[in-house]
């Protein structure tokens, strides 16, 4: 505490004109609920107290305020002790900042307490406190978030089998390769030279990647970069075997799509391609997030990182999870974070400056011709 706050004489002419400034009377405050006054100098302030109702307002509500503020924590400090919150849950941060560093929020109280009134912060508090047990921040309730990566062979991960899987990611053209992986999901191509687009989920972890063709030929591949934050992954095809693509059929839309618009992805749930029709059905995600949309349409495990296309064949998303317990309702990640991604990878891990299409041949055609025409860039992702 500051010398000054310590040397502050309770006078009856200082009180008189009011001199002493807001915070250093916050500061006397807290030094007297805190404990930290001497009995003389103790006395002098409950004398202030009582003479003035100004002053003694001002101890109740900063008493209220703390104590709020001190509950509060302790309900945070348990609620981080029964459930592992989500990383993309911005409340997380908001815990740490109240828990490690309670100054900012005196801070902010000393700034603006003239402000906001204790029925407001009572408010705000109690929301925040009952979002958290009634479940709308847990990652265990009813709405639990189901990642879409298809676990279908989970491997002894002792060293002969890793070098067995290790070594069955080949490819032969022309011929598909059976090989043994532990899990499954889908990609999609960013460029021709082969770089696909997928869930960072996908690939976390793992110890090496493959990708299928349509046609179901399989190619060593890499995982060139990846944000966790938005769980978006690119992978870059390394086998020497793998030939050029052609021009990419889709452009990818930066700019937000519209509430129901039609929509459709194609995928790889339980191993075996499938196209989806359905709605956009909100600009965002669980809880208001707005990293995701939400998307009303049957995909399944399987189908994590898959294109989301609009109707006029423009790729709006990246397939990302499920709701728990609600059929049909799942999520995908906006556009705009994968070309922020997509921007993002190092100069110095390219072969060459990334040149997205931008003519798109998917537009005017229908249903069963996109699928067909899309296919060919769109790879099952294979992870051991």
């Not at 749930?269 to 997030?289: E, H, I, K, M, R």
């Not at 998307?295 to 990246?318: A, C, E």
Request: hydrophobic share 40%; net charge neutral; aromatic share 8%.
């Amino acid at each position: 505490m500051p010398a000054k706050a310590e040397e502050v004489v309770f006078s009856a002419e200082i009180r008189r004109s009011k001199k002493m400034s807001d915070n250093q009377l916050l500061e006397v405050i807290e030094r007297y609920l805190n404990g930290e006054m001497k009995a003389d100098e103790r006395k002098k302030f409950e004398l202030l107290r009582k003479e003035n109702a100004e002053v003694d307002g001002k101890v109740v509500e900063h008493k209220l305020f703390t104590n709020l503020l001190k509950q509060y924590g302790e309900r945070v400090e348990l609620e981080s002790r029964l459930n592992a919150i989500h990383d993309e849950i911005d409340v997380h941060t908001l815990k740490e900042n109240l828990m490690v560093h309670p100054v900012w929020i005196v801070q902010l109280w000393r700034n603006h307490h003239s402000k906001i009134s204790v029925a407001a912060s009572v408010a705000i508090f109690a929301v925040l406190s009952a979002l958290l047990f009634t479940g709308k921040l847990n990652n265990n309730d009813s709405s639990k978030i189901v990642e879409l990566k298809n676990k279908v062979d989970r491997l002894d991960r002792s060293n002969t089998n890793l070098s067995r899987s290790i070594n069955a990611i080949k490819s032969e053209k022309g011929k598909p390769v059976a090989d043994r992986y532990s899990a499954s999901a889908t990609g999609f191509a960013i460029t021709s030279g082969g770089l696909i687009a997928t869930n960072y989920h996908v690939v976390d972890g793992v110890n090496a990647v493959s990708v299928q063709s349509a046609s179901g030929i399989t190619y060593k591949a890499e995982v060139l970069y990846s944000e966790p934050q938005h769980d978006i992954a690119i992978l870059k095809i390394t086998d020497k075997s793998f030939e050029p693509l052609g021009t990419i059929p889709y452009t990818f839309k930066r700019a937000e799509s519209n509430l129901a618009e039609q929509i459709s992805t194609y995928g790889y749930p339980d191993g075996y391609p499938a196209y989806v029709p359905g709605s956009l059905s909100s600009l965002f995600g669980q809880n208001g997030d707005t990293l995701h949309y939400k998307v009303t349409m049957p995909i399944n495990p399987g189908n994590s990182g898959g294109p989301l296309w609009d109707s006029k064949g423009n790729v709006i998303g990246i397939t990302d999870s499920k709701e728990a317990h609600i059929e049909g309702e799942h999520f995908a990640i906006k556009a705009k974070y994968l070309l922020d991604a997509i921007k993002n990878i190092p100069a110095d891990s390219l072969d060459s400056k990334i040149v997205l299409s931008k003519k798109n041949t998917l537009a005017g055609l229908t249903e069963a011709q996109k699928a067909a025409k899309a296919k060919n860039f769109v790879f099952m992702v294979k992870v051991y």
